[in-house]
């Protein structure tokens, strides 16, 4: 069984901050990781996918994300962050051999001016 | 029509109503799922479907039918539903085949509210 923990419900940055999206995982077996965002009224949106072929993944909109195993992490940072990254931001996890995925609570990203 | 689409956006409803939601994927994938997102819960995965077989149906309430007729179209049919049920309902597809780390695109989501 894997399960999913986002740390931190709500994040707050002002606008050409760093954003960093925090996200653990447990499973029994190497896992597959994924980030996706929501913004408002809108589906999952795919930013990028951890498969083991490296340990840092770039993503879209200038997002990446870097498994650590000893950690079991795989947090989301973006250098710069810009008023069109608010959105709801969640870190999903499928085990080696499934195709379902267990999601996080989501974090919600607030971007100040 | 691209990726994966859902009608309607929006729906109200009463509790004695029959509804139907629809979603169809345009991606040539073989797995769709159904996801139940609610204000401060994570996504509940309800229901999936294989190769048109349910290969997944999560202790979901029977008042919720789920049909899946091809590989490119899923159907939630919902009657007598509760006001508990209001949300947003998320469609998604993938390859399939129990493929590792199958990646799933989702639709727009229809928003559900139960009166």
């Known amino acids: 069984a894997q399960s999913v923990t986002q740390l931190g419900s709500h994040v707050s940055v002002s606008e050409g901050a760093l954003v960093l999206l925090r996200c653990n995982y447990s499973?029994?077996?190497?896992?597959?990781l994924f980030w996706y965002v929501q913004y408002p009224n809108q589906g999952l949106q795919l930013l990028l996918k951890?498969?083991?072929?490296?340990?840092l993944v770039k993503g879209i909109n200038g997002f990446e994300a870097e498994f650590k195993k000893s950690e079991t992490s795989f947090h989301l940072t973006k250098p710069s962050a810009h008023m069109s990254d608010a959105a709801e931001y969640f870190c999903?996890?499928?085990?080696?051999?499934?195709?379902?995925?267990?999601f996080g609570k989501g974090t919600k990203l607030s971007v100040i001016p | 029509e691209t990726g994966v689409t859902q009608t309607p956006r929006h729906l109200v409803m009463g509790m004695t109503n029959k509804k139907s939601l629809k979603c169809e994927q345009h991606?040539?994938?073989?797995?769709m799922y159904w996801y139940k997102q609610s204000a401060k819960k994570p996504l509940e995965l309800m229901f999936v479907?294989?190769?048109?077989?349910?290969?997944e149906n999560n202790s979901v309430p029977s008042r919720f039918s789920p049909e899946c007729p091809n590989s490119s179209h899923l159907f939630l049919h919902l009657h007598t539903l509760q006001p508990e049920d209001s949300a947003l309902y998320l469609c998604?597809?993938?390859?399939?085949?129990?493929?590792?780390?199958?990646?799933?695109?989702f639709g727009p989501g229809t928003r559900l509210t139960v009166l």
């Open positions: 951890y498969t083991s072929a490296a340990t």
């Open positions: 999903a996890v499928a085990g080696a051999g499934s195709y379902q995925l267990t």
């Open positions: 991606l040539g994938h073989n797995a």
């Open positions: 479907y294989n190769f048109k077989e349910q290969t």
């Open positions: 499973s029994s077996v190497p896992p597959y």
């Open positions: 998604a597809s993938s390859e399939g085949r129990g493929a590792e780390g199958d990646t799933q695109y």
